[in-house]
């Protein structure tokens, strides 16, 4: 079978991940060529940020995801995809972070990194579309990259998983939950198909996730996991109200994991850092 055209633009996938994480053209960010089919063998390297499009603001200061009631706004329904869009992007280009940052990592690790990276680029397209449905475009509201900030601290394989598959994505199986009930409250039938969609095929994430956990560390432990996740993490902010215990259960997590989680109370030392979920 022949390389499509686009693939031969890269030696090899890692370049296609450079390239991604790098670029400041939203039409790339959406739409990027068709990465090439062979991995390469590269030194391990850690880039310390993305490149941004211009149409991507800064949120301003107090400019958080809308209440329930003023989601009956169709303005307000798509400044809370436009988050949304956002968190998927940056995951997407966090599989590629992870990609370079452990290239010395399982092939099979890597070709799943890979594989999560086109399925977010292509959750941020079914909410940009819907954002343009409901009368916006991308870059009309601020973002902030509150993953971005966080996720590079994590130190190894092991740390990126426990925060982003079975963190991060996971808590994601409760938001998505709840946001489609508040999207089919005020009659976004869409809208909220679209976070129903997006919730079941991040299952499949979360199981990616929960698999290499066990398979690094020969089990499901919840103390494990949570010494895994880089401060300020904490497990405190790696689940909605109520668990998705189901869900969960059905990615691989054992029921002694999703009961500590849920039973889990952070310790006086601290304040929980904000829940991504209320960040622009």
């Given at each position: 079978?022949?390389t ?9 996938v ?8 790098s670029t ?13 089919q ?9 880039i310390?940020?993305?490149?941004r499009?211009?149409q ?16 009956k ?19 997407a ?5 992870a990609?370079l ?6 092939l ?11 399925d ?15 009368g ?5 509201f ?6 971005w900030?966080r ?17 991060l994505?996971a808590a994601?199986?409760e ?9 089919r409250?005020?009659?976004d039938e ?5 976070q129903e ?7 499949g ?5 929960t698999?290499?956990?066990?398979q690094?560390?020969?089990g ?16 405190w902010?790696m ?8 869900a ?11 009961d500590a989680?849920?039973a ?11 829940n991504?979920?209320?960040s622009?």
């Amino acid at each position: 079978m022949a390389t499509p055209p686009e693939a031969q633009l890269f030696a090899d996938v890692e370049a296609w991940a450079v390239h991604y994480i790098s670029t400041d053209e939203l039409a790339v960010k959406l739409a990027p060529p068709r990465p090439p089919q062979q991995f390469g063998t590269h030194v391990p390297r850690r880039i310390h940020g993305p490149g941004r499009p211009t149409q991507l603001r800064q949120a301003k200061r107090g400019e958080r995801t809308p209440r329930l009631e003023a989601l009956k706004d169709p303005h307000y329904r798509a400044r809370t995809l436009h988050t949304f869009f956002h968190h998927e992007l940056q995951a997407a280009e966090l599989m590629c972070w992870a990609l370079l940052a452990f290239s010395d990592a399982e092939l099979e690790f890597r070709r799943g990194l890979l594989g999560i990276c086109l399925d977010e680029i292509r959750h941020m397209n079914l909410y940009r579309e819907h954002i343009e449905a409901l009368g916006s475009s991308i870059g009309d509201f601020g973002v902030r990259d509150w993953f971005w900030r966080r996720v590079p601290a994590c130190p190894t394989k092991l740390s990126f998983v426990s925060v982003m598959g079975m963190g991060l994505e996971a808590a994601n199986l409760e938001y998505a939950a709840d946001f489609a009930e508040r999207f089919r409250l005020v009659g976004d039938e869409t809208g909220a198909a679209i976070q129903e969609r997006i919730a079941n095929e991040e299952l499949g994430h979360v199981s990616f996730a929960t698999h290499w956990f066990k398979q690094w560390t020969g089990g499901c432990d919840f103390e494990r996991w949570s010494l895994e996740l880089p401060a300020p993490f904490s497990p405190w902010v790696m689940h909605g109200n109520p668990i998705a215990e189901s869900a969960r259960l059905r990615a691989g997590m054992s029921e002694a994991f999703v009961d500590a989680l849920a039973a889990y109370v952070p310790s006086a030392k601290g304040r929980p850092i904000p829940n991504p979920s209320e960040s622009a």
